[in-house]
């Protein structure tokens, strides 16, 4: 009873969390974490990259007690203004190391998507619930009672207008042969661009008439068949 006491006047827990002093990075890295094990590798990548802006916006040493519903307000609207930014380092893909250096991107005049905000948004959201649920090693209360209302932005709802056949024909008349099989390909499978034009025979699937990727393969992480229809399939 006495070192439950004299630690409870420390503040210190088995976990190593400070009572009042449970950080945004702590709570970064246990959402991080829950979705390891689901999670494909270029979509952790991505948190990964969310993660580290979030961090560098409100500082290492940030407690989540700390982010109110003003800083997460400020921070929504921060993220809404971003700017859409381009790869320009060559054919590599960019790593951690990358997103410092200003000269391996160009930024664009066009804000990011919705589905993009709504994805920055949605880690600090996730973060911060796995923060209230982490208790208080003094008081035994939520690290974080009441977390900010962090709401996503509107994302219209629309169905794409498919390009004209006269129009698709016109273009491909002029194309790269593998330019106009992959653009067959997504136009009648759906097809991402990575899937289109790495298409080999093995996933082809003649007994269910559709193409087949293993999860390692989408960007999903997950087992697709893709069907194309009678078109698509001869």
Request: aromatic letters at 6%; glycine letters at 8%.
């Amino acid at each position: 009873r006495t070192r439950r006491e004299v630690r409870a006047q420390q503040g210190m827990a088995k976990s190593g969390i400070v009572a009042g002093g449970f950080l945004l990075t702590q709570a970064l890295a246990l959402h991080l974490q829950s979705v390891e094990a689901d999670g494909s590798g270029s979509h952790l990548a991505s948190l990964r990259r969310i993660a580290a802006g979030l961090v560098a916006y409100f500082g290492a040493a940030c407690r989540v007690i700390d982010i109110d519903q003003p800083r997460a307000d400020a921070w929504r609207s921060f993220t809404v203004a971003q700017k859409r930014r381009v790869w320009i380092g060559g054919p590599r893909k960019p790593d951690a190391g990358d997103e410092a250096d200003p000269t391996l991107w160009k930024v664009l005049d066009r804000p990011i998507s919705a589905s993009e905000i709504n994805h920055r948004l949605d880690v600090l959201r996730c973060a911060l619930a796995r923060a209230h649920k982490v208790r208080d090693p003094l008081t035994g209360h939520s690290t974080l009672p009441f977390p900010p209302d962090i709401a996503p932005v509107f994302e219209p709802r629309r169905t794409p207008t498919p390009m004209p056949e006269a129009e698709l024909a016109a273009r491909l008349e002029t194309a790269a042969p593998w330019t106009a099989e992959a653009a067959m390909l997504a136009r009648l499978f759906g097809c991402r661009l990575t899937e289109a034009v790495g298409v080999e025979l093995r996933h082809m699937d003649p007994q269910a008439r559709c193409l087949r990727f293993l999860g390692s393969e989408t960007k999903s992480g997950r087992d697709e068949p893709l069907y194309g229809g009678r078109d698509g399939w001869a």
